[in-house]
C-alpha cells in the first residue's frame, strides 16, 4: 500500500536556529511531491513542489529551501529560522491520473513553532 | 493575492441545520477539489468536480461546479457534529500544484 511520513510531528526551535523536516513516501515510483505550510488552522500555502530528484520549484521566496536526494525523499530546510516560519508543515503527493483530477495525500503533518 | 477565495470564513451552527459554503476565484479551472481537514492532521479529500454544472452528491454533502469553472459550492444537509472540521477548496493553476483557498472553519454543537 502506498503510505507517506512525515518526521519530526512536533519541533520548538529557537530563532536563527536550522531546521530539517523529512519526508518519504512507500508504495509507489517518482511521485509528485509537495510541502505545504499552513498558519492558524488557517488555508494551505504551497511552498515547494519536486516532479523529480533533483527538481524543486519554489513557490514563495523565503528562508526556507527544499531538496530531494532520492526518489521517494522530501527535505524542507532552513539555516536560520524566524519567528514567521512558525506554522504546520505538511507533505503531500499526487495520486492518480493526474494532478487535474488525482488526489493529493497529506503526511500527519509537522508543527513548528520559533520562539 | 489570494487565488480561491471562500466565504464564510467561520460558520457555527447547530446540529440538524443546513449550511451552504461557496469557492470563488475570477480564473477558470480544469476542476476543483474540496478537502476537509479536522485538528493536527493532514486535509482529507472530499471530492473532485470536472465539468462545469456538475454536480456530485457524498451521502449528505452536495458539491457542484460552477458552469463557467470559476466557483463551486458545498451544501451540507442536516449537519451533524462530526462535520466539524475546516473545508478547504482547491486547484489547479500549473500543471503540477494544487493551490488551496483559505477555508471556512465549520463548528457543528449538539
Known amino acids: 500500500s502506498q503510505t507517506i511520513h512525515q518526521w519530526p510531528a512536533t519541533l520548538v526551535q529557537p530563532v536563527g536556529s536550522p531546521l530539517s523536516l523529512e519526508c518519504t513516501v512507500e508504495?509507489?515510483?517518482?511521485?509528485?511531491l509537495y510541502w505545504y505550510r499552513q498558519a492558524a488552522g488557517r488555508g494551505l500555502q504551497l511552498l515547494f513542489y519536486?516532479?523529480?530528484?533533483?527538481?524543486i520549484s519554489s513557490e514563495v521566496p523565503q528562508n526556507l529551501s527544499a531538496s530531494r536526494p532520492q526518489d521517494r525523499q522530501f527535505i524542507l530546510s532552513s539555516k536560520k529560522l524566524l519567528l514567521s516560519d512558525s506554522g504546520f508543515y505538511l507533505c503531500?503527493?499526487?495520486?492518480?491520473?493526474?494532478?487535474?483530477?488525482?488526489?493529493?495525500?497529506f503526511g500527519e503533518g509537522s508543527r513548528l513553532t520559533v520562539l | 493575492t489570494q487565488l480561491l477565495e471562500q466565504s464564510p470564513q467561520f460558520l457555527s451552527i447547530q446540529e440538524g441545520e443546513n449550511l451552504t459554503v461557496y469557492c470563488n476565484s475570477s480564473?477558470?479551472?480544469?476542476?476543483l477539489q474540496w478537502y476537509r481537514q479536522e485538528p493536527g492532521e493532514g486535509p482529507v479529500l472530499l471530492v473532485t468536480?470536472?465539468?462545469?454544472?456538475e454536480v456530485k452528491k457524498l451521502k449528505r454533502l452536495t458539491f457542484q461546479f460552477g458552469d463557467a469553472r470559476k466557483d463551486s459550492s458545498l451544501h451540507i444537509t442536516a449537519a451533524q457534529p462530526g462535520d466539524t472540521g475546516l473545508y478547504l477548496c482547491?486547484?489547479?493553476?500549473?500543471?503540477?500544484?494544487?493551490?488551496f483557498g483559505k477555508g471556512t472553519s465549520l463548528l457543528v454543537t449538539p
Open positions: 503531500a503527493w499526487i495520486v492518480g491520473a493526474g494532478l487535474y483530477t488525482g488526489e493529493l495525500f
Open positions: 508504495g509507489t515510483s517518482n511521485p509528485n
Open positions: 519536486s516532479v523529480g530528484i533533483g527538481q
Open positions: 480564473s477558470v479551472f480544469s476542476s
Open positions: 468536480v470536472v465539468t462545469g454544472g
Open positions: 482547491a486547484g489547479a493553476v500549473t500543471g503540477y500544484a494544487l493551490n
